[in-house]
Protein backbone atom coordinates (compact mmCIF):
# COMPACT_ATOMS: atom_id res chain seq x y z
CA UNK A 1 0.00 0.00 0.00
CA UNK A 2 1.08 3.37 -0.91
CA UNK A 3 0.31 6.89 0.43
CA UNK A 4 0.96 9.80 -2.09
CA UNK A 5 0.13 13.24 -0.73
CA UNK A 6 0.31 16.28 -2.92
CA UNK A 7 -1.41 20.23 -2.67
CA UNK A 8 0.51 21.44 -0.05
CA UNK A 9 1.90 25.25 -0.96
CA UNK A 10 2.67 28.44 0.65
CA UNK A 11 -0.41 30.61 1.22
CA UNK A 12 -0.66 33.91 3.37
CA UNK A 13 -2.51 33.98 6.40
CA UNK A 14 -6.73 33.53 6.27
CA UNK A 15 -6.09 31.78 2.79
CA UNK A 16 -6.73 28.41 1.81
CA UNK A 17 -5.60 24.83 0.88
CA UNK A 18 -6.84 21.28 -0.17
CA UNK A 19 -4.53 18.63 0.68
CA UNK A 20 -5.06 15.30 -1.35
CA UNK A 21 -4.11 11.65 -0.76
CA UNK A 22 -3.66 8.81 -3.39
CA UNK A 23 -3.86 5.20 -1.98
CA UNK A 24 -3.09 2.40 -4.05
CA UNK A 25 -0.48 -0.69 -4.38
CA UNK A 26 -1.38 -4.00 -4.52
CA UNK A 27 -1.86 -4.99 -1.08
CA UNK A 28 -4.67 -2.07 -1.15
CA UNK A 29 -8.27 -4.08 -1.63
CA UNK A 30 -10.35 -1.86 0.37
CA UNK A 31 -10.57 1.24 2.42
CA UNK A 32 -8.46 1.34 5.62
CA UNK A 33 -10.04 1.23 9.35
CA UNK A 34 -8.55 4.71 10.02
CA UNK A 35 -7.00 7.29 7.17
CA UNK A 36 -5.70 10.33 9.58
CA UNK A 37 -3.55 13.34 8.46
CA UNK A 38 -0.88 14.29 10.83
CA UNK A 39 0.92 17.55 10.85
CA UNK A 40 4.55 17.87 12.25
CA UNK A 41 6.11 21.42 12.39
CA UNK A 42 9.54 22.73 13.39
CA UNK A 43 10.09 22.05 17.07
CA UNK A 44 7.24 20.22 17.78
CA UNK A 45 5.52 17.48 17.94
CA UNK A 46 3.64 15.04 15.39
CA UNK A 47 -0.22 16.02 15.34
CA UNK A 48 -2.63 13.90 14.54
CA UNK A 49 -5.16 16.42 12.93
CA UNK A 50 -7.93 15.21 11.16
CA UNK A 51 -9.41 11.33 10.85
CA UNK A 52 -11.94 10.00 8.26
CA UNK A 53 -12.91 6.32 8.72
CA UNK A 54 -14.26 3.43 6.76
CA UNK A 55 -17.65 3.97 7.62
CA UNK A 56 -17.69 7.85 6.72
CA UNK A 57 -17.51 9.17 10.30
CA UNK A 58 -14.56 11.91 11.05
CA UNK A 59 -12.98 13.78 13.94
CA UNK A 60 -10.79 16.52 14.57
CA UNK A 61 -8.33 18.35 16.66
CA UNK A 62 -9.49 20.75 18.52
CA UNK A 63 -6.61 23.58 16.98
CA UNK A 64 -8.28 22.53 13.93
CA UNK A 65 -12.16 22.35 14.34
CA UNK A 66 -14.24 24.21 12.25
CA UNK A 67 -11.65 25.24 9.44
CA UNK A 68 -10.39 21.83 8.34
CA UNK A 69 -12.85 19.31 6.47
CA UNK A 70 -11.59 15.65 5.88
CA UNK A 71 -13.38 14.07 3.05
CA UNK A 72 -13.09 11.40 0.44
CA UNK A 73 -11.98 11.92 -3.41
CA UNK A 74 -14.84 10.88 -5.83
CA UNK A 75 -12.94 7.24 -5.61
CA UNK A 76 -12.51 5.83 -2.24
CA UNK A 77 -8.97 5.66 -2.32
CA UNK A 78 -8.28 9.61 -2.13
CA UNK A 79 -8.69 11.13 0.86
CA UNK A 80 -8.99 14.92 1.06
CA UNK A 81 -8.02 18.03 3.35
CA UNK A 82 -9.54 21.33 2.96
CA UNK A 83 -7.96 23.74 5.40
CA UNK A 84 -9.79 26.98 5.27
CA UNK A 85 -8.83 30.16 7.43
CA UNK A 86 -5.28 28.93 7.27
CA UNK A 87 -3.29 30.44 10.24
CA UNK A 88 0.90 30.27 11.03
CA UNK A 89 0.56 28.23 13.24
CA UNK A 90 -0.72 25.55 10.72
CA UNK A 91 2.44 25.80 8.66
CA UNK A 92 4.43 22.18 8.77
CA UNK A 93 4.72 18.67 6.97
CA UNK A 94 1.36 17.10 6.16
CA UNK A 95 1.32 13.29 6.37
CA UNK A 96 -1.52 11.01 5.72
CA UNK A 97 -1.13 7.65 7.23
CA UNK A 98 -4.22 4.85 7.05
CA UNK A 99 -4.49 1.68 9.55
CA UNK A 100 -6.04 -1.27 9.38
CA UNK A 101 -6.35 -2.18 12.99
CA UNK A 102 -9.97 -1.76 14.47
CA UNK A 103 -8.70 -0.28 17.81
CA UNK A 104 -8.30 3.05 15.96
CA UNK A 105 -11.66 2.43 14.17
CA UNK A 106 -13.52 4.75 15.87
CA UNK A 107 -12.64 8.07 15.13
CA UNK A 108 -14.13 10.02 17.80
CA UNK A 109 -11.43 8.87 19.69
CA UNK A 110 -8.59 11.09 19.93
CA UNK A 111 -6.15 11.31 19.57
CA UNK A 112 -4.98 8.10 18.10
CA UNK A 113 -1.91 5.85 18.52
CA UNK A 114 0.94 6.51 15.57
CA UNK A 115 1.76 2.71 16.19
CA UNK A 116 -1.31 1.61 14.61
CA UNK A 117 -0.73 3.43 11.77
CA UNK A 118 1.38 0.97 9.15
CA UNK A 119 1.24 3.07 6.07
CA UNK A 120 2.82 6.58 5.95
CA UNK A 121 3.03 8.87 2.90
CA UNK A 122 5.98 10.96 2.73
CA UNK A 123 4.42 14.03 3.13
CA UNK A 124 3.58 17.44 1.51
CA UNK A 125 4.96 20.93 2.80
CA UNK A 126 2.13 23.62 4.17
CA UNK A 127 3.19 27.29 4.84
CA UNK A 128 1.10 30.15 5.98
CA UNK A 129 3.14 33.57 6.04
CA UNK A 130 1.61 36.16 8.47
Known amino acids: VQLVESGGGSVQAGGSLTLSCAISGSGYTHTSDRTEWFRHSDGKERDAVAA???????SYANSVKGRFTISRGTTKNTVLLRMNSLKPEDTGLYYCAAAYESRVADCSRRPPDPEAFGYWGRGTQVTVSP
Open 52 to 58: IGDDGGT
